[in-house]
């Protein structure tokens, strides 16, 4: 049978940012994800010996982040008065089933989003926490992959044998098949980051950074050559889900009645990188960051200047400027009206 396509102009109407009061159709925002996401919980994580918090308890929420002050789902928060719920925990990979991370003050590996974040979530779903959200008036985040493509993950072929980029989509297409089947229908799902852009993986002959705390041996490599990788990795990987969502939705009727967002992230902070004086205060720094540790994540140092003038935190990640930035452009997503967003439904 032929299936029309439809695509959805208008996912929501438009936030009132400005009044703080949620709007009906967007009072909640549920987040899954990795450190650029995380306001908090692997900290809980570290704290109680590699368990979460009991069903129905949020985590402590931190305002530093690995942003260097709240990450975006806060700002989020606070421009549209929407209840945030977020599982995302730093150094998480969608499945550890795939891409296991070692984290030793954990004595175990990172908590992932399928082993982890949404088993929690479920868990919650059924508590008093949940009381109020419905299919239409909740939106639910995915941002992940960043490090299952890292260099302690496919970039250096630390993978579980025989799992692949394929496995890391698929991995995103099994989240929302769950987050469904709790009765989410409005997601928004946003795409792999410009990671050939970050100092980690930028070449030094080109500002990047040497050895440092995500990859201490990266001097003894081909930069150049790595650089190029992850750029082929991350659009690669984007195409796949640029083509994936709709033949999920409305070829296979994968998640029948649901509506899905991705939000070009990596479009987006390319475009930070190539226009900053249109996004960040000057003078613009998109090259370097602005927290310095050593290759233990140690003896740091911040500067020189505001954090507001850097694209960058630290050699992976966002500053909060820039966090600011995506929460800004969520909403926009949100609400239909993002050139960085494509919108499909039924
Ligand atoms: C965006 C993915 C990068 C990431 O998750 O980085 C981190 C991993 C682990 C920690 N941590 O253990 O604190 C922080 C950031």
């Not at 987050?179 to 993986?201: H, K, M, P, S």
């Not at 967002?261 to 998109?286: G, Q, R, W």
Request: charged share 15%; aromatic share 14%.
């Amino acid at each position: 049978m032929m299936r029309s396509i439809v695509l959805v102009s208008s996912f929501v109407t438009a936030l009132n940012a400005a009044s703080l009061h949620p709007k009906s159709d967007f009072k909640f925002l549920v987040t899954f994800g990795d450190s650029y996401t995380d306001n908090g919980r692997l900290n809980y994580y570290g704290s109680h010996q590699a368990h979460g918090p009991p069903p129905g308890v949020l985590p402590a929420e931190t305002n530093v982040t690995a942003s260097g002050g709240l990450t975006w789902p806060q700002y989020v928060r606070s421009s549209t008065g929407a209840t945030l719920y977020d599982y995302a925990i730093s150094g998480a990979t969608c499945d550890n089933n795939n891409v296991a991370r070692w984290a030793g003050f954990l004595n175990a590996n990172f908590p992932s989003i399928i082993t982890d974040e949404i088993p929690s979530f479920k868990k919650d779903r059924k508590t008093a926490l949940y009381r109020g959200v419905t299919a239409a008036n909740t939106v639910y985040a995915l941002w992940i992959g960043t490090n299952d493509l890292s260099y302690t993950g496919i970039l250096s072929d630390s993978q579980v044998a025989g799992t692949n980029i394929t496995t890391y989509i698929n991995c995103l297409w099994s989240t929302l098949d769950a987050i469904y089947a709790t009765g989410g229908r409005r997601f928004v799902l946003l795409n792999l980051n410009a990671l050939q852009l970050v100092g980690l993986y930028r070449p030094q002959s080109d500002g990047g950074a040497g050895d440092n705390q995500f990859w201490a041996n990266k001097t003894l490599y081909n930069q150049t050559e790595y650089a190029q990788k992850m750029l082929e990795y991350t659009t690669s990987a984007n195409t796949i889900i640029d083509y994936g969502v709709p033949f999920n939705l409305l070829v296979k009727n994968r998640w029948p009645g649901a509506k899905v967002a991705v939000f070009d992230i990596h479009s987006f902070i390319t475009e930070i990188y190539n226009k900053p004086k249109n996004f960040l205060e000057p003078p613009h720094n998109v090259k370097g960051f602005f927290h310095h540790c050593d290759v233990n994540g140690a003896n740091c140092v911040d500067g020189p200047g505001s954090l507001d003038s850097y694209l960058w935190y630290d050699e992976l990640h966002p500053s909060n400027k820039t966090d600011s930035l995506i929460a800004h452009e969520f909403v926009q997503v949100v609400s239909g009206h993002s050139k960085f967003g494509t919108y499909w439904g039924h």
